[in-house]
T-cell receptor
Framework: DTAVSQTPKYLVTQMGNDKSIKCEQN?????MYWYKQDSKKFLKIMFS???????INETVPNRFSPKSPDKAHLNLHINSLELGDSAVYFC??????????????FGDGTRLSIL | GQNIDQPTEMTATEGAIVQINCTYQ??????LFWYQQHAGEAPTFLSY????GLEEKGRFSSFLSRSKGYSYLLLKELQMKDSASYLC?????????????FGTGTLLAVQP
């Protein structure tokens, strides 16, 4: 009965490779997010989709490309991985673009390590 | 720019009360959230304030003063399992979007 699930949980790969992280939510929410949490535990928004439409796109290198096949899924593809991409990536979801008291619900994170 | 400040670390004793402060300077304030994050786990929602005053939820309470750009999270009857990071997040409203800006978190260590 996992609410927001991400795969894989751990990802170790070489610099220059291309990798994808998948996220699915079964909460019936209409908005999904990708966050990056760096080594200092600072959590920063990267992207947000509402009903498959991109609504937030922060200053993120274009090597990062989100894709939302439907409102329950938001995947993150990263090209040409760099050392600075090492971080924990969290997927989250909320209802109604997070209006009112609607909190965001987070997945368990994907720990990406670049060698 | 957006700025959210929290103390980096705090230590408290089991059974005691601790207050974690958060000050913010942001544009388009539309609510403040507190999240708890245990090491290696996902952030989990604790509380939400959009109007001035105190919101109480069991052992946890959160206070907001919009005019002062200030919030605090109060944890009572501390338990060892309360050792975690506590993240303050301000929601910005920008037309069609609601974006959360997080502080760097306060790492709370509860000692016996």
């Amino acid at each position: 009965d996992t609410a927001v699930s991400q795969t894989p949980k751990y990802l170790v790969t070489q610099m220059g490779n291309d990798k994808s992280i998948k996220c699915e939510q079964n909460l019936g929410h209409d908005t999904m997010y990708w966050y990056k949490q760096d080594s200092k535990k600072f959590l920063k928004i990267m992207f947000s989709y509402n009903n498959k439409e991109l609504i937030i796109n922060e200053t993120v290198p274009n090597r990062f490309s989100p894709k939302s096949p439907d409102k329950a899924h938001l995947n993150l593809h990263i090209n040409s991985l760099e050392l600075g991409d090492s971080a924990v990536y969290f997927c989250a979801s909320s209802q109604d673009r997070g209006k009112g008291h609607q909190p965001q619900h987070f997945g368990d994170g994907t720990r990406l390590s670049i060698l | 720019g957006q700025n959210i400040d929290q103390p980096t670390e705090m230590t408290a004793t089991e059974g005691a009360i601790v207050q974690i402060n958060c000050t913010y300077q942001t544009s388009g304030f539309n609510g403040l959230f507190w999240y708890q994050q245990h090491a290696g786990e996902a952030p989990t929602f604790l509380s939400y304030n959009v109007l001035d005053g105190l919101e109480e939820k069991g052992r946890f309470s959160s206070f907001l003063s919009r005019s002062k750009g200030y919030s605090y999270l109060l944890l009572k009857e501390l338990q060892m399992k309360d050792s975690a990071s506590y993240l303050c997040a301000v929601r910005l409203y920008g037309g069609a979007t609601n974006k959360l800006i997080f502080g760097t978190g306060t790492l709370l260590a509860v000692q016996p």
